[in-house]
């Protein structure tokens, strides 16, 4: 008889133990599939971001070039005008000098 309650504590305890080891390994499963979920949400909520942030800096490049190119436009027109200044300026040299020699020979003249 002791031999059976002993059998049959042993095996209780034994019981107890594997069913409450049972639920600490099953809560600490589901705190690891709660994280789990938790991070594939974080990884997709930065994917989203990382998605809409490569669109706008597809953008901004897009942009950048454009601004490029009419930077490279406005400085050869830039350029050009430089250019013209500088022939203007030499004309009207030109043509305060012969406006000084014209004057000077009306001053003779008189």
């Known amino acids: 008889m002791f031999v059976q309650w ?3 504590t042993a095996l209780a305890m034994l019981s107890i133990y594997l069913f409450v080891k049972m639920y600490y ?3 600490i499963t589901n705190r690891e599939k709660r994280s789990n979920d938790l991070m594939k ?3 997709r909520e930065a ?3 990382i998605r ?3 669109i706008q800096l597809q953008r901004a490049l897009g942009n950048i070039d454009i601004l490029s190119e009419e930077l490279t436009k406005l400085r050869n027109e830039l350029k050009v005008l430089k ?3 500088s022939k203007h300026r ?3 040299d030109r043509l305060n000098a012969k406006i000084k020699a014209l004057e000077g020979r009306i001053d003779a003249l008189l």
């Open 6 to 8: 002993s059998l049959l």
């Open 25 to 27: 390994f099953k809560s």
């Open 41 to 43: 949400l974080t990884l």
């Open 47 to 49: 994917e989203i971001l």
């Open 52 to 54: 809409k942030y490569q």
């Open 83 to 85: 250019q013209r200044n």
């Open 90 to 92: 030499q004309e009207t």
